[in-house]
T-cell receptor, first 113, second 115 residues
Framework: TQLLEQSPQFLSIQEGENLTVYCNSS?????LQWYRQEPGEGPVLLVT?????EVKKLKRLTFQFGDARKDSSLHITAAQPGDTGLYLCAGVGTTDSWGKLQFGAGTQVVVTP | KAGVTQTPRYLIKTRGQQVTLSCSPI?????VSWYQQTPGQGLQFLFE???????NKGNFPGRFSGRQFSNSRSEMNVSTLELGDSALYLC??????????????FGPGTRLTVL
């Protein structure tokens, strides 16, 4: 089993501040995906990163895949209350990967006005 | 394009009963994966179906089973329910279910409570 560790577990910030969420593993992944989940709903896909060192930007969100494809980060600039949610990273393994995502435990982000 | 739909949204059962959950994938998607989400364990992979065949399975007991129909709709069944089966059950669909771009799109989930 390839484990993904997310940190921090919980993050509470004021509107306008920046934040970074980390997703680390000792294993190599084919790709990593980031999702945001709101209470009572399923996770919503934000981005997929595939190439080591890849950086993707989605408005105020910046995603980075580590050079060795073992870790990833999500940075939010000037956070807004609408960014509140559970952020999950999920890896596609290099083996035994049919239809299977390995999820981190998640980071609960709360942005207060 | 309609998203992934799951029915029912909420279920309350008692220990020992069985339950069947349904998932309709995004049109054109042939892979359906199922996950169990609990506060303690997070999202855990149950199994994946593609073209009516189970291709992958997680570490869950045999009480958890599933199937997929020719229209790609999928069902999962849990027999002899236990209190610990209380969870949010999520299904996700993808085009082919494999490879680096295994982008999965999730439904809203079925909240199962076992009393």
């Amino acid at each position: 089993t390839q484990l993904l560790e997310q940190s921090p577990q919980f993050l509470s910030i004021q509107e306008g501040e920046n934040l970074t969420v980390y997703c680390n593993s000792s294993s190599v992944f084919s790709s990593l995906q980031w999702y945001r989940q709101e209470p009572g709903e399923g996770p919503v896909l934000l981005v997929t990163v595939v190439t080591g060192g890849e950086v993707k930007k989605l408005k105020r969100l910046t995603f980075q895949f580590g050079d060795a494809r073992k870790d990833s980060s999500l940075h939010i600039t000037a956070a807004q209350p609408g960014d509140t949610g559970l952020y999950l990273c999920a890896g596609v393994g290099t083996t035994d990967s049919w239809g299977k995502l390995q999820f981190g435990a998640g980071t609960q982000v709360v942005v207060t006005p | 394009k309609a998203g992934v739909t799951q029915t029912p949204r909420y279920l309350i059962k008692t220990r020992g009963q069985q339950v069947t959950l349904s998932c309709s994938p995004i049109s054109g998607h042939r892979s359906v994966s199922w996950y169990q989400q609990t506060p303690g364990q997070g999202l855990q992979f149950l199994f994946e179906y593609f073209s009516e065949t189970q291709r992958n399975k997680g570490n869950f007991p045999g009480r958890f089973s599933g199937r997929q129909f020719s229209n790609s709709r999928s069902e999962m069944n849990v027999s002899t329910l236990e209190l610990g089966d209380s969870a949010l059950y999520l299904c996700a669909s993808s085009l082919a279910g494999g490879g680096s771009y295994n982008e999965q799109f999730f439904g809203p989930g079925t909240r199962l409570t076992v009393l």
